[in-house]
Nanobody
Framework: QVQLLESGGGLVQAGGSLRLSCAASGRTFSDYAMGWFRQAPGKEREFVAT????????YYVDSVKGRFTISRDNAKNTVYLQMNSLKPEDTAVYYCAAARVSSTAAYQYEHWGQGTQVTVSS
């Protein structure tokens, strides 16, 4: 079992930046690919970014390419999401998740955090 705890959300003005962190505990962190998803009110959960176990491969949804960066520190059992040039449409609850392989599909992620709210004001 892997426990995931997100932090770093908050309220920011459009154009600003936030860095989300997701600390993992339990089984070996480096066994897992990690992903970030988000869910806005009234919308389905959406894939944002994923990173493989070593950090050597990443993939992003088109809407965040060039603005968001996913990274991981296996020594600290932590995955990050650096979010720059934030837009009001980025407002959502952001979740980190762990999977055996990198994927854009939520159903392939076995473990989920509780989420952290990101609100971008215009």
């Amino acid at each position: 079992q892997v426990q995931l705890l997100e932090s770093g959300g908050g309220l920011v003005q459009a154009g600003g930046s936030l860095r989300l962190s997701c600390a993992a505990s339990g089984r070996t962190f480096s066994d897992y690919a990690m992903g970030w998803f988000r869910q806005a009110p009234g919308k389905e959960r959406e894939f944002v970014a994923t990173i493989n176990w070593s950090g050597g491969r990443t993939y992003y949804v088109d809407s965040v390419k060039g603005r968001f960066t996913i990274s991981r520190d296996n020594a600290k059992n932590t995955v990050y999401l650096q979010m720059n040039s934030l837009k009001p449409e980025d407002t959502a609850v952001y979740y980190c998740a762990a999977a055996r392989v990198s994927s854009t599909a939520a159903y392939q992620y076995e473990h989920w955090g509780q989420g952290t709210q990101v609100t971008v004001s215009s």
